[in-house]
């Protein structure tokens, strides 16, 4: 029978320092990659929302000059993005918000995810963002707007999905927590018909 050698014994600070040179060695031996597609998801239906720029999850390759048109019409480019459809979207929560002002004959309820659950899911770690409506309006939401207004990505109004024609796939909207009346300035803040967003 074949005699197995002792195991010898190897100093405990001897050890730490070893695996931490390992540890090392690997972290710079391993490329830096994008986050995993997998930690957000992939659209099961059409795309109807897309979030670049200063985020942490993607699960979409960089822009592609040939497939993404539209946002090549726009001049919107990117190494990665995160992608929604209303499935995806819906699945952060969907809030109803009622949102009356003075220029529309009736309030209207409007349902979709909060902007900030929005943001959280594509791992934005900027702090303004951007939105671009089809028509190339770009619509700036600073930080401290983000945080003190309830705003909502409406994916609904009163019901019904927005669709082209009606100021569609999204209308961002808020609510004011302390309950104030809106007013024509904040109606103008919605941006509509909005399809993309760009966080810095």
């Not at 992939?42 to 979030?51: E, N, S, Y």
Request: charged share 20%; with cysteine; net charge negative.
């Amino acid at each position: 029978m074949t005699e197995i050698p002792a195991l010898r014994m190897v100093p405990r600070g001897l050890l730490s320092a070893v695996l931490a040179a390992a540890f090392c060695v690997a972290a710079v031996l391993m490329p830096e990659t994008a986050p995993r597609a997998a930690d957000l998801g992939k659209p099961a239906g059409p795309v109807v929302l897309t979030v670049a720029g200063d985020i942490g999850a993607a699960n979409r390759p960089a822009f592609d000059d040939a497939n993404d048109s539209f946002l090549n019409y726009h001049e919107k480019t990117f190494q990665s993005a995160a992608e929604f459809d209303r499935a995806m979207l819906e699945s952060l929560g969907m809030q109803r918000v009622e949102i009356a002002y003075e220029g529309w004959a009736q309030p209207s309820t409007f349902e979709g995810p909060w902007l900030k659950d929005v943001l959280a899911a594509a791992g934005a770690s900027g702090r303004n963002v951007t939105v671009v409506a089809l028509d190339g309006f770009g619509a700036e939401i600073p930080a401290a707007d983000i945080e003190s207004l309830d705003w909502v990505v409406g994916l609904k109004r009163d019901g019904r999905y927005l669709g082209l024609g009606q100021r569609g796939p999204i209308w961002l909207v808020y609510r004011r927590p302390d309950g104030a009346v809106l007013t024509a300035e904040d109606e103008q803040r919605w941006p509509w018909a909005a399809f993309y967003i760009e966080v810095e």
